[in-house]
């Protein structure tokens, strides 16, 4: 699995213009899967994500998880196209993404997982075309495979 994490402020998902999920101080994930992903990818990924280190401790070095740091969530929004392949052509292939199924099931797994370690994650909506409002921290933002 893939997640594109943003630090936040704030982040929000809508889906035809109702917000569907939310968070304040914490993390935005932009969160795909590989079509050989499996449920230990899942586990795996939120156990990294959990206990990822991106916060400023009291000298601003990045060494606080989101727990430490006192964060209010994170904000998780399937995404497919993180597994977008442009380097032979102008337009992206997806065919390293999970199926529609195979994805929906490995995001849930990865939420109940997140959640599991006691981390207030709210979703989009699988599937759905989402706009995705945010207030990037920093910025800062890491691509973490698993």
Same mark, same amino acid.
């Not at 206990?51 to 009291?58: K, M, N, P, T, V």
């Not at 709210?122 to 698993?146: K, R, Y």
């Given at each position: ?9 704030? =982040? *929000? ?30 586990? #795996?990924?939120?156990? $990294? ?5 991106? +916060? ?12 430490? =740091? /006192? ?14 392949? =442009?380097?032979? *052509? $102008?337009?992206?292939? +997806? ?14 797994? +990865? ?5 599991? #370690? ?5 979703? /989009?909506? +699988? ?20």
């Amino acid at each position: 699995m893939r997640v594109v994490v943003q630090r936040v402020r704030s =982040a *929000s998902v809508s889906v035809n213009g109702s917000v569907v999920g939310s968070c304040g101080k914490g993390l935005l994930l932009l969160v795909g899967a590989h079509k050989d992903d499996t449920e230990k990818n899942a586990e #795996k990924l939120a156990d $990294r994500i959990a206990g990822l280190r991106i +916060f400023g401790d009291a000298e601003g070095k990045m060494n606080l998880s989101l727990t430490d =740091a /006192g964060a209010d969530g994170v904000l998780a929004v399937s995404n497919f196209t993180v597994y977008g392949d =442009a380097l032979k *052509s $102008r337009r992206p292939s +997806f065919v390293a993404s999970a199926g529609y199924e195979d994805a929906q099931r490995l995001f849930d797994h +990865f939420v109940n997982a997140l959640r599991a #370690k006691d981390v207030k994650t709210e979703t /989009g909506t +699988f599937g759905a075309m989402m706009d995705v409002q945010l207030t990037n921290d920093g910025p800062v933002t890491l691509i973490v495979d698993c």
